[in-house]
């Protein structure tokens, strides 16, 4: 890409209890490539996606159609969250 590149500066990605799926991902990535530190709150834990599907008129499931595996960690962060370092 051009421009000025960031180098070897340290990043810093706040996180908390609301963080949520993408912003979730982006967190996690950083984090085990040990690119980031991140500060603040536990997420939330969405990582797998998927969608509502209806049973009947008053009964709805939500059902995974995916799951998203990190490289190095070789899980997610489902229902566990992203845990920040500071």
């Not at 990582?47 to 070789?74: E, L, Q, S, W, Y």
Request: charged share 20%; proline share 6%.
């Amino acid at each position: 890409m051009p421009g000025k590149k960031y180098g070897n500066k340290t990043i810093y990605i706040l996180t908390s209890g609301r963080t949520f799926s993408g912003a979730e991902e982006i967190a996690y990535d950083y984090k085990n490539l040990k690119r980031a530190i991140l500060v603040g709150e536990q997420t939330k834990g969405g990582a797998n996606p998927g969608g509502d599907m209806r049973v009947n008129d008053h009964f709805g499931v939500f059902v995974p159609n995916g799951c998203a595996i990190n490289p190095i960690t070789k899980t997610n962060w489902e229902g566990v969250g992203v845990t920040p370092d500071t």
